[in-house]
């Protein structure tokens, strides 16, 4: 029977609160099909669908919930958050006309305690995700997690190690790496008809304003474990004018936009340059330029990544771009967004969303144009991957969203480890490369451009950071302390 937006959105309050006061799991909402699935088989094969939960629903963990249901080899059997908010939004969307809906699970720790689930996706705030990811792996779970994988270089390599050991498929969700037209341009990238790829750009220019500056402790929406949002991190609540999404400019939980928005490109840039390794010199300038609020990593950041024979630039800028940037080439529009480049010795290649790419010769001649895709590629690409039991199906199997992501964590470790410096300061690594210069020629005229007062925000020169891609350690003692975390006393980062 159809039931009125009203009586079901006090349903859900209901039953969300139900949970909050500890009642168990088969008073939830979908508790019927969590009882009819686990009577059938406690073995995820046998049943006909993979039984998917998804963690972490405020933000992008609701464009999940929408894939989820979108595939029909996946049933949606739970959602988790430990904002009760999230899921009755989740439910006016989704599930006005259900009678069974997905259950809602506050606490993940009990979530992943189910049998009745075989795969999770994870959307958190950044410093959940290692550890959340490890938790569902130890509990027989397949991991679809989101960009960054890892909130510092360690977790990614000790999430790695957990996959292989367990035999389970983990992916990273940048979703452009399975989306058509990128791996067509990316196929032609790496053919050679555009030379041997030497330089890699990775470009996020997104326009970030002030998430404001306030003295008091962000509210705490109603019914929110604050205790289970912060899980590895401090238990303390934070100054911002509001708790959700502004994480990400904190350090304690998110890694700015080389962290947040740049993963994306990062991946694609060292996806083109061909580098399964971290890279050996690292350097990173910026800062959080233009005003002053109550966040703490950089706004504007450009970073330089140098393999033996390959450069890969990273070049993040929140402050508005009032003069298009085109770095020079002839063809394709003016950078804006998220976008990347490839630079042959025999031509270019630019990719300026996640589902379309082109290629040209230097005199200016197109040599391929490519395009398609969707965001479901990327998910039904790890559903085909638990089919199969073999993470070299993966698009992005969790070892290259590993390296990936530790490309944002070492850019950042290197700025936090820096000095303020006047606009003009450069470092050392790779002066003489054109790209390079033209980085940061372009880079300080968009700082004059918007007028950035540099007594008041501080531009920092970072330390030069040299890595061991073996070990993925510095020679800087400094640098590795802040390779990892510590953990709060029961949300330790297990160790294989």
Same mark, same amino acid.
């Given at each position: !029977? $159809?039931? @009125?937006?009203?009586?079901?959105? +006090?349903?859900?309050?209901?039953?969300? %609160? =139900? /949970?909050?006061?500890? !009642? $168990?799991? @088969?008073?939830?909402?979908?508790? +019927?099909?969590?009882?009819?699935?686990? %009577? =059938? /088989?406690?073995?995820?094969?046998?049943?006909?669908?993979?039984?998917?939960?998804?963690?972490?629903?405020?933000?992008?963990?609701?464009?999940?919930?929408?894939?989820?249901?979108?595939?029909?080899?996946?049933?949606?059997?739970?959602?988790?958050?430990?904002?009760?908010?999230?899921?009755?939004?989740?439910?006016?969307?989704?599930?006005?006309?259900?009678?069974?809906?997905?259950?809602?699970?506050?606490?993940?720790?009990?979530?992943?305690?189910?049998?009745?689930?075989?795969?999770?996706?994870?959307?958190?705030?950044?410093?959940?995700?290692?550890?959340?990811?490890?938790?569902?792996?130890?509990?027989?779970?397949?991991?679809?997690?989101?960009?960054?994988?890892?909130?510092?270089?360690?977790?990614?390599?000790?999430?790695?190690?957990?996959?292989?050991?367990?035999?389970?498929?983990?992916?990273?969700?940048?979703?452009?790496?399975?989306?058509?037209?990128?791996?067509?341009?990316?196929?032609?990238?790496?053919?050679?008809?555009?030379?041997?790829?030497?330089?890699?750009?990775?470009?996020?220019?997104?326009?970030?304003?002030?998430?404001?500056?306030?003295?008091?402790?962000?509210?705490?929406?109603?019914?929110?474990?604050?205790?289970?949002?912060?899980?590895?991190?401090?238990?303390?609540?934070?100054?911002?004018?509001?708790?959700?999404?502004?994480?990400?400019?904190?350090?304690?939980?998110?890694?700015?936009?080389?962290?947040?928005?740049?993963?994306?490109?990062?991946?694609?840039?060292?996806?083109?340059?061909?580098?399964?390794?971290?890279?050996?010199?690292?350097?990173?300038?910026?800062?959080?330029?233009?005003?002053?609020?109550?966040?703490?990593?950089?706004?504007?950041?450009?970073?330089?990544?140098?393999?033996?024979?390959?450069?890969?630039?990273?070049?993040?800028?929140?402050?508005?771009?009032?003069?298009?940037?085109?770095?020079?080439?002839?063809?394709?529009?003016?950078?804006?967004?998220?976008?990347?480049?490839?630079?042959?010795?025999?031509?270019?290649?630019?990719?300026?969303?996640?589902?379309?790419?082109?290629?040209?010769?230097?005199?200016?001649?197109?040599?391929?144009?490519?395009?398609?895709?969707?965001?479901?590629?990327?998910?039904?690409?790890?559903?085909?991957?638990?089919?199969?039991?073999?993470?070299?199906?993966?698009?992005?199997?969790?070892?290259?969203?590993?390296?990936?992501?530790?490309?944002?964590?070492?850019?950042?470790?290197?700025?936090?480890?820096?000095?303020?410096?006047?606009?003009?300061?450069?470092?050392?690594?790779?002066?003489?490369?054109?790209?390079?210069?033209?980085?940061?020629?372009?880079?300080?005229?968009?700082?004059?451009?918007?007028?950035?007062?540099?007594?008041?925000?501080?531009?920092?020169?970072?330390?030069?950071?040299?890595?061991?891609?073996?070990?993925?350690?510095?020679?800087?003692?400094?640098?590795?302390?802040?390779?990892?975390?510590?953990?709060?006393?029961?949300?330790?980062?297990?160790?294989?």
């Amino acid at each position: !029977m $159809p039931i @009125s937006r009203r009586d079901f959105v +006090e349903t859900a309050l209901t039953l969300a %609160a =139900a /949970s909050l006061a500890g !009642m $168990p799991a @088969s008073t939830s909402v979908g508790a +019927e099909a969590e009882s009819a699935s686990s %009577a =059938a /088989s406690g073995n995820s094969r046998n049943v006909p669908k993979i039984r998917v939960a998804a963690i972490g629903v405020n933000g992008q963990g609701g464009l999940h919930v929408g894939e989820w249901l979108a595939n029909p080899d996946v049933e949606l059997v739970a959602v988790c958050d430990c904002d009760p908010s999230a899921y009755v939004r989740l439910c006016e969307k989704y599930f006005k006309n259900s009678l069974h809906p997905p259950a809602y699970v506050q606490d993940v720790r009990r979530l992943l305690d189910r049998k009745d689930i075989d795969a999770v996706s994870i959307a958190t705030p950044n410093h959940w995700h290692a550890l959340m990811a490890i938790w569902a792996m130890q509990s027989g779970k397949d991991v679809y997690v989101e960009k960054p994988c890892s909130h510092n270089v360690l977790e990614g390599r000790v999430m790695t190690q957990w996959a292989r050991k367990l035999g389970r498929m983990c992916q990273m969700g940048v979703q452009s790496r399975s989306m058509t037209g990128m791996r067509q341009a990316l196929d032609f990238v790496k053919s050679g008809k555009i030379g041997d790829v030497k330089v890699a750009r990775a470009i996020c220019y997104r326009n970030r304003p002030s998430i404001g500056l306030v003295d008091t402790p962000a509210p705490i929406p109603p019914g929110l474990d604050f205790d289970l949002w912060a899980g590895p991190a401090p238990a303390e609540v934070p100054t911002r004018k509001k708790l959700h999404y502004d994480w990400h400019w904190n350090h304690v939980t998110g890694n700015g936009d080389l962290g947040n928005q740049n993963p994306h490109e990062l991946d694609k840039a060292r996806w083109g340059l061909g580098k399964q390794e971290l890279p050996k010199r690292v350097v990173s300038v910026g800062g959080r330029l233009g005003y002053i609020d109550n966040g703490d990593t950089a706004n504007s950041q450009v970073t330089i990544y140098q393999w033996d024979d390959a450069l890969l630039i990273s070049d993040v800028r929140g402050l508005p771009i009032k003069t298009p940037v085109t770095f020079g080439l002839k063809n394709g529009s003016p950078f804006a967004g998220a976008c990347n480049v490839w630079y042959g010795t025999k031509g270019f290649a630019v990719a300026p969303n996640y589902t379309s790419g082109a290629a040209f010769d230097y005199d200016g001649n197109e040599l391929g144009k490519w395009s398609g895709g969707s965001y479901q590629q990327h998910f039904a690409n790890f559903v085909t991957a638990i089919k199969s039991r073999n993470h070299k199906d993966l698009h992005l199997d969790i070892e290259d969203g590993h390296l990936s992501s530790a490309l944002a964590h070492l850019g950042n470790v290197s700025w936090a480890l820096g000095q303020a410096v006047p606009l003009g300061t450069r470092p050392t690594l790779a002066t003489t490369d054109k790209h390079v210069a033209d980085t940061w020629d372009s880079f300080e005229a968009y700082c004059k451009e918007d007028n950035v007062d540099f007594d008041t925000t501080k531009l920092t020169l970072g330390r030069e950071l040299t890595i061991d891609p073996k070990t993925e350690r510095s020679t800087d003692d400094e640098a590795n302390r802040l390779f990892t975390r510590e953990y709060r006393k029961g949300f330790e980062l297990p160790r294989v």
